[in-house]
Every structure is written in C-alpha cells, then in structure tokens.
C-alpha cells in the first residue's frame, strides 16, 4: 500500500531523537501498563542516550507534517516500532513494519509478552512467535516474545 499525499517516511535524523524520545513515551504509557514506574523512567532515560543512536537504521513516518510513528533497527530486526497514540488503528504501524520488512526474506523481532495488542497486531503482519526469554534485554522482569516473519523478498505482509 503506498503512502498518502500527506505521509512520508524518512531516515529519522539526530535532530528528530527528542521528539522520537516523546512520541515512545506517549506510545509506551498507552500500551505498557505492565511496566514499572521506575522502569519506564530509567528506559525512557536512555532513549537519547543509547537506545536510538544504536539504531542502524531509524525511520519516521510523518503524517501531516507531524511524526506519526518511527521504527529502528538493521537488516535483520526490529529492534524497536512505536506508533504516537492519536494514530493507533490508523495504518501507521502495517506501514512502518512493510517498509521494515521489504526486500527481505526474514525479519526477527522481540514483544512484550504483556502486551497483548502489539502480540496481536505482529499476528496479524504474518510473524509467529519462535522462542521466549523470561526477562528483557536488560535483565529485567518482563517477558519477551521472539517473532520472526519469513516472507519471499518481495510481499511484506
């Protein structure tokens, strides 16, 4: 599906981190209830520290000439893909996860396994769960779920 006159998708630039950082923290707090308070404030710290500068790859849909939502990772995963809450239900996350996955013939991501609504819209894009870790990334106490997508190249979803 291609963008509207009014989208577009672009390389995410330094200068587009701190409002990237705000977007993942109206976007988390709308889906990760779970999360601890302390851990939403030491993850969200690290956004602009260490988390976006070590994306390979950034990428920011713009709606209307505002950042709708953003994914990041490399040729192989996605590390990470988070839409801005008044776009929820709206194509933005199909759009950013098809541009994530084209050209390729597999694609791996980690989920919350809380949360419920990004583990059924990853169903929905054609990604299977293929292995669980009890913890996160960084040692703490929140399930992950390990998708991967295996398309041909070519269809993204």
């Not at 981190?17 to 109206?26: D, N």
């Not at 308070?37 to 070590?54: F, K, N, Q, V």
Request: net charge positive; hydrophobic share 40%; charged share 25%.
């Amino acid at each position: 599906m291609p963008l509207s006159r009014q989208e577009r998708l672009r390389p995410a630039l330094p200068a587009d981190w701190p409002g990237l950082a705000a977007l993942w923290r109206r976007s988390v707090e709308a889906t990760h209830h779970f999360l601890q308070a302390s851990d939403l404030e030491s993850i969200g710290a690290a956004m602009l520290r260490a988390y976006l500068p070590a994306m390979r790859e950034l990428w920011l849909l713009e709606r209307e000439g505002r950042p709708a939502g953003f994914w990041g990772g490399d040729a192989l995963r996605v590390e990470m893909l988070f839409v801005d809450p008044p776009f929820f239900g709206q194509g933005v996350g199909s759009t950013l996860l098809r541009h994530a996955c084209a050209g390729k013939r597999r694609v791996e991501l980690d989920v919350n396994e809380q949360n419920a609504g990004a583990r059924a819209f990853y169903a929905r894009q054609g990604f299977r769960v293929c292995g669980r870790s009890p913890v996160d990334n960084d040692g703490r106490p929140y399930p992950l779920l390990h998708l991967v997508w295996e398309g041909d190249g070519r269809r993204t979803s």
